[in-house]
């Protein structure tokens, strides 16, 4: 029991926090502005991962610098995929009058797509490599270089996140964009270019946490799944398009994660996130998570 | 007894009091008209008696039976239709199928589709939709759409039919056919009719009684005429005279 | 009910009757083939009663199937097929009305979220559960001839057709797809929407127990990563996808050609199989959202005003 104490169990926590932290802001971002239920979030991150790893394999670049390779890539790739295909989605009257299912629904076919396309070129061997392993002790708690420096790039990312949603013109005309989507159009918000930089910022989100991840995780093609399903919970219990208690309710999750592991047993991880994710899914339909804004 | 009776109903939303202490009566085959400003609690009012919601205080009871407990569907079987303000059809079934769903269920539960079309095929020929029976609902005009509402409500075969605001926006042309249509519909079904309606001339031809709610109470009913000319009204409507 | 139109009847039985003697001429490869054709065929039958016709989509049709599967398992050498394999299929409908009960008031893209994470929590649940017994997969010795269960897999899938068509047809059909439109306004209108969202899935979820209940007997093994495999949810909604209908053409146009597809690739190439599919998907969903149904026969299409 007295491990539950320990410092070591918080930092873990905090470490998967901030983790699910970024994962959820993206998808928070590309569900608030545009109501699209992204389910290929996890296999971005994913595709992060395996930017750091080659680049660090291949020619030894620090995955400090390389994740703003991955963050570059992946923002590139949501603008890509923005152009492509949900554009189209968007205006056509048809398919929007479903939106959020149909979203589902294609973002899906996205995901198994990149998984096997992943799986195809880099074959399903899980890989690895490392980066700032070394053990840093504080007190009595034993902590590598490679989770300090994702926490603190993730609350980083986290902070400049808030403040260009808070200061930043366009970080301001996302938020009006979430709130209300007419009346933003109406005071001269240029809809579609913030959604474009949604798409982006949320998608580079997820690159960078990709690339954070791969310094302490083993990286395969469907890593990324369990984080979509995380993301998930996250922006559900944070509220739909709230950004500012998604981050709080992925700071929650790392715990309840992290320390139910700890009180159960490893074999229950899954059964312990997609408890939690049922019940959010419930809680959520009978309106006791706050309000969706309309 | 009275064919609806409501009796000291109230409805609050958190703090909100959308309805207060409302009693009245409607009789058989009366058409009773519902005005008032909006957010006076009229839809509310409908929403109770359809049994979308519950009253907070108060009964409603339908035929001597107390129907304020009910379930929408359940409601519908006793012979309550109601029509709802912004038109919900059944947007990718066809016209006829729309109406042919509200024959199978409600008061009638028909068991045969075909004659669920059939009568189906006669209520939209009193609405003027028989032309457009084959088409997907969703390709109606507003002015379709919402006889379409109404001829799914009839379809159910109900006793009392409660339209919400089927005159808004249609033009004045629209409006006067659809007031024959109703009046029509009425004497063959011998209908009771509760109607809110913003649209003055529909309310005057239509009803015998008009009530008029304002900030969630009743403040005035008698005939049209004496409605409109009732201080209490103007008032209502257009601020106290100073 | 309508009266059955005596073409579709003949039809219908000349196909089963003829697909019934293909053990007699068929090689070993054609009845494996066939026999997983009639499960997809039984499988997206059975999420079509639910999904195409409420519009309430399950992602997670998988537990049905390995629900089934379990208990056949289970109850393997203590009762005879012709009994488990029916229970495979009531307790897999048990298990839909406990869990839809809840399940069904969750409504649009959140519904189809909670199916997926039901099934993967009874997967993982089931995992445990073999795990802390020290099961980690378990076999069926002396099952019947691939024969017999390709024969048992055609009635499935028979009697799923004809579910979707009978129900597609009835009047209960017309309620689920008035809730489908829209569900306040189905319920005022008379339809008792929570009754019939209720027992349409807990219709939704019978044959797949018993598919599933087959299938272990074919594999005859069990093992629960497998058997509750997401895939074949996802497998079921692409079929429906591809297949577009609310009614029982959809879901075979859609399995005949995953099943082809399936051919193809799978064997050889599993992860392009998987990437046809997901861009399948895709394709449907942006240029084709009626289906391949909608496509051949045409319908109720939009017709400007």
């Known amino acids: ?125 899980p890989r690895a490599y490392t980066y700032l392993d070394g053990i840093i002790r504080f007190g009595n708690v034993a902590m590598t270089g490679n989770r300090i420096a994702v926490l603190i790039i993730a609350a980083v990312l986290c902070a400049a996140a808030f403040l260009f949603l ?129 | 007894m009275s064919f609806l009776t409501i009796n000291g109903v109230s409805k609050s939303f958190g703090g909100l009091q959308a309805l207060r202490d409302i009693s009245f009566d409607v009789e058989q085959q009366e058409v009773v008209g519902l005005m008032g400003a909006n957010g006076a609690g009229k839809t509310t009012l409908f929403s109770l008696i359809a049994g979308h919601s519950r009253p907070s205080l108060g009964s409603i009871h339908f035929k001597g039976r107390p129907i304020a407990a009910l379930r929408p569907d359940h409601i519908c079987r006793q012979g309550i239709a109601r029509t709802f303000q912004i038109v919900r059809p059944f947007a990718n079934m066809t016209v006829l199928d729309n109406v042919i769903v509200g024959a199978l ?138 | 009910m309508q009266p059955v139109p005596i073409r579709t009847s003949l039809i219908f039985v000349a196909v089963i009757g003829a697909a019934s003697f293909l053990p007699q001429f068929g090689s070993e490869y054609v009845v494996a083939v066939a026999l997983s054709f009639a499960m997809w065929v039984a499988l997206a039958q059975s999420w079509t009663v639910l999904c195409g016709m409420t519009g309430y989509g ?24 012709w009994l488990s394999v029916p229970l495979a299929g009531l307790v897999s409908c048990l298990f839909a009305l406990a869990a839809g009960y809840p399940a069904l008031k969750v409504r649009g893209p959140y519904f189809v979220m909670l199916t997926f994470g039901l099934a993967e929590f009874l997967k993982f649940s089931i995992i445990g559960i073999e795990a802390t017994l020290g099961q980690f997969s378990r076999l069926i010795i002396g099952a019947p001839s691939p024969n017999a269960l390709y024969l048992a897999m055609l009635g499935l899938a028979a009697a799923a057709t004809l579910i979707t068509y009978v129900v597609s047809n009835s009047r209960f059909g017309y309620g689920l797809r008035a809730i489908r ?17 209720l027992t349409a899935f807990g219709l939704s979820a019978f044959i797949p127990g018993m598919v599933g209940a087959v299938m272990a007997m074919r594999l005859s093994y069990f093992e629960p990563s497998q058997a509750f495999d997401a895939l074949i949810s996802f497998n079921i909604v692409v079929m429906a996808m591809i297949g577009g209908s609310d009614d029982a053409r959809g879901p075979l146009l859609g399995a005949l050609f995953l099943i082809g597809l399936s051919e193809l690739l799978w064997a050889r190439a599993p992860q392009v199989y998987m990437i046809v599919l997901g861009a399948l998907l895709v394709f449907f969903v942006l240029f084709a959202p009626q289906g391949l149904a909608k496509q051949l026969f045409g319908g109720a299409r939009r017709r400007a005003t």
Not at chain 1, 26 to 55: E, K, P
Not at chain 1, 74 to 91: D, H, K, V
């Open chain 1, 1 to 125: 029991m007295s491990t539950l104490f320990s410092g070591q169990l918080l930092f873990a926590a905090l470490v998967v926090g901030s983790i699910y932290v970024l994962i959820a802001l993206g998808l928070n971002l590309v569900f608030g502005t545009m109501r699209l239920l992204d389910a290929a979030h996890g296999d971005i991150v994913m595709l992060g991962a395996y930017t750091s790893f080659w680049l660090f394999t291949l020619s030894g670049m620090s995955p400090l610098l390389s994740m703003l390779v991955a963050g570059a890539l992946s923002a590139g790739f949501g603008a890509a995929i923005y152009y492509g295909l949900f554009r189209r989605l968007l205006a056509n009257t048809q398919l929007s009058q479903r939106l959020e299912g149909n979203s589902l629904l294609l973002f899906f076919g996205i995901s198994i797509i990149l998984q096997n396309v992943a799986a195809l070129c880099f074959d399903t061997t």
């Open chain 1, 166 to 294: 808070r200061f930043h013109i366009y970080g301001l005309a996302i938020k009006a964009l979430i709130q209300h989507r007419q009346a933003a159009a109406v005071v001269g918000v240029n809809i579609e270019r913030i959604q474009l930089l949604s798409f982006a910022i949320g998608f580079g989100l997820a690159g960078l946490a990709g690339s954070l991840l791969s310094m302490t995780e083993q990286i395969t093609p469907f890593m990324g799944f369990p984080f979509t399903v995380a993301g998930f919970v996250t922006v559900i219990l944070g509220g739909l398009g709230n950004l500012t208690r998604g981050m709080a309710a992925g700071m929650f999750l790392g715990f309840v994660e992290i320390y139910g592991v700890a009180l159960t047993s490893p074999s229950l991880h899954s059964v312990l996130i997609y408890g939690v994710f049922i019940v959010v899914l419930f809680l959520q339909s009978q309106g006791l998570l706050g309000r969706r804004p309309s």
């Open chain 2, 105 to 242: 269920y409600g008061v009638r539960q028909e068991r045969s589709t075909a004659r669920a079309a059939a009568s189906a095929m006669d209520i939209l020929a009193d609405l003027n939709l028989a032309n457009r029976a084959d088409d997907p609902a969703s390709s109606l005009t507003l002015s379709g759409q919402k006889r379409l509402e109404i001829a799914r409500a009839l379809a159910t075969g109900p006793e009392l039919l409660m339209l919400d605001e089927v005159m808004a926006g249609l033009t004045a042309t629209e409006v006067s056919e659809l007031l024959d249509s109703i009046r029509r519909i009425k004497r063959r079904m011998s209908l009771t009719i509760l109607m809110v309606e913003h649209v003055m001339q529909a309310l005057m031809r239509l009803s015998d009684r008009v009530m008029v709610l304002h900030h969630g109470e009743l403040i005035a009913q008698g005939k049209p005429q004496e409605i409109v000319a009732d201080p209490k009204v103007i008032a209502a409507y257009l601020g106290p005279s100073t």
């Open chain 3, 58 to 81: 399950s992602f997670g049709h998988a537990a049905f199937y390995g629900m089934g599967a379990y208990v056949q398992v289970l109850t393997w050498g203590t009762l005879s097929p």
């Open chain 3, 181 to 197: 439109e829209e569900e306040q306004a189905a319920e005022t209108i008379g339809i008792p929407v929570a009754r019939y969202k």
